[in-house]
C-alpha cells in the first residue's frame, strides 16, 4: 500500500514539472447510414428507379473530456500595420491602401511619409465607386501594365480625383482617352446617311 502511495506521488510530481499538460479522453465516433423508410422501402425505390441517397448521421460520445495547461505562455498581440494609410471616402468608406501604391499621389505625401506607430488617416472628396476606379489604375501602373480603357461617362469624375489627389498620370491618361473617344465621332447629314445605306455600309 505505501509502495502504491509512493508511486502515486512520483506521478503527481512529474506532471507538475511539465510545462505544457493536455489530458483528454478519445472521443468514440459512429456513422450510421440509414435509408429512410427502411430496407423495405429502399428495395421498393430500387425497383422504381427513384433510390435516394440515405442521409449520413454521425454521433459523437465525450464523455468526461478534459483539458490542462500548464505554464502557459500566451503570444503578444501583432502590433498594428504602418505600411498602409486608411483612406476614407466621402460616402463613408474606407480603404486601408499600401503606403507604396499612393507615392505618385501629390497630395497624399504626408501620409505616406508619415513614420508613427499607427497607420495615418486621410479623408478625400471622392466617392467609393470612383477611388477604386483609382486605385485599380494605380495598381496597374504599379505592375507597369496597360491601365483599364474606362467608359466615357466615368471619365469626368475619374480626371476630377485625380486633380485632388495630385495624380497626374491619371489626369493624362484621362485626357488621352477623352481625345481617343471624340476623334472617333462624327458628324453626318440626313444625305450622308441616306448615301450609306443605300451602298450597304454599316455604322
Sequence with gaps: MAAASQQQQQQQSDLSSTPALLTTQLLQLSVTD????????QQQDAAAGTLQ??????????????VQLLNAISRAAAPPATNVVHVYTNDGEW?????KLLR??????KAVRDSGDAAPTVHVDIDTLTFDRVLIFLEAHAL???????????????QQAGEQLGLRSLQ???ARL???RQAAL???SFADVQRANASGKVW
Excluded at 35 to 41: F, H, K
Aim: with cysteine.
Design 53 to 66: 441517397a440515405p442521409p449520413v448521421q454521425s454521433r459523437a460520445a465525450a464523455a468526461g473530456v478534459r
Design 95 to 99: 480603404f486601408p491602401v499600401k503606403k
Design 178 to 180: 477623352k481625345g481617343t
Design 186 to 188: 462624327g458628324v453626318y
Design 144 to 158: 507597369q501594365r496597360q491601365p483599364p480603357g474606362f467608359a466615357v461617362h466615368y471619365l469626368p469624375d475619374l
Design 34 to 41: 440509414t435509408y429512410p423508410g427502411g430496407p423495405a422501402q
Design 172 to 174: 493624362e491618361y484621362c
Design 104 to 109: 505618385s499621389c501629390i497630395a497624399l505625401t
